[in-house]
């Protein structure tokens, strides 16, 4: 029931553009994205619900196909302090709700060079 | 604000002791409680979660538990440490089922088993 996230890895020069997708074989209540730096806990990004709302920060972007239960993050001009390992969360609908908890995915590596 | 705390925040055991790991959260009421593991450069597996106190769900069978004696009070326990637990471990929050919630992780505790 692990997402599945693509790509691995994404090195980048400042100021390009990246995306990272998210995909799930289960239908999906919402989709979830974090950015992990190097020792450090998980910082939420977004949130996608099922029906179009969403809830994160004004520079980050995301998408969420409800009918192919994937999700993409879309980072545009790509800063130095983008860099980190990128996670998509999700949740698993069950009857129309869930128990509130996220199964992640394995991980997307981004590097931003000067 | 609703902070989340955990401590120890590094600890390092000889295989075969006990474990004792806590996670408190502070400014709200009854949050859903979240243990998660991170092996060294892998994803966040999802160990135990609470919807309230006195109930745990485990997602993982291992030599690992938790307890909530308390709202805000969430343990991650073992027995006897094998070399295999060795990982970050991360507490979460988030309120309520709702997948408009962001869930929100602790600082970390990094367990290293000898």
């Known amino acids: 029931q692990q997402p599945v996230q693509s790509p691995q890895a994404v090195i980048l020069r400042e100021g390009e553009d990246a995306v990272i997708n998210c995909s799930s074989s289960k239908a999906l209540y919402s989709v979830h994205w974090y950015r992990q730096k190097h020792g450090e806990a998980p910082v939420f990004l977004m949130i996608l619900l099922k029906g179009g709302e969403q809830k994160g920060h004004e520079k980050i972007s995301a998408s969420f196909n409800e009918k192919k239960q994937q999700s993409s993050l879309y980072l545009t001009a790509s800063q130095l302090s983008y860099s980190g390992t990128y996670f998509c969360g999700t949740e698993i609908e069950i009857g129309g709700t869930s128990y509130g908890k996220l199964t992640f995915g394995q991980g997307t590596i981004l590097t931003v060079h000067p | ?114």
Do not use: M
């Open chain 2, 1 to 114: 604000s609703q902070t989340i705390h955990q401590w120890p925040a590094t600890l390092v055991q000889p295989v075969g002791s006990p474990l004792s790991l806590e996670c408190t959260v502070e400014g709200t009421s009854n949050p859903n409680l979240y243990w998660y593991r991170q092996a060294a450069g892998r994803g966040l597996q999802l160990l135990f979660y609470s919807v309230g106190i006195g109930q745990i769900s485990s997602e993982v069978p291992q030599n690992l538990s938790a307890s909530r004696p308390q709202d805000r009070q969430f343990i991650l326990s073992s027995k006897k440490l094998l070399l295999s637990d060795s990982g970050f471990y991360l507490c979460a929050w988030r309120l309520g089922t709702s997948g408009y919630n962001e869930q929100f992780f602790g600082p970390g505790t990094r367990l290293t088993v000898l």
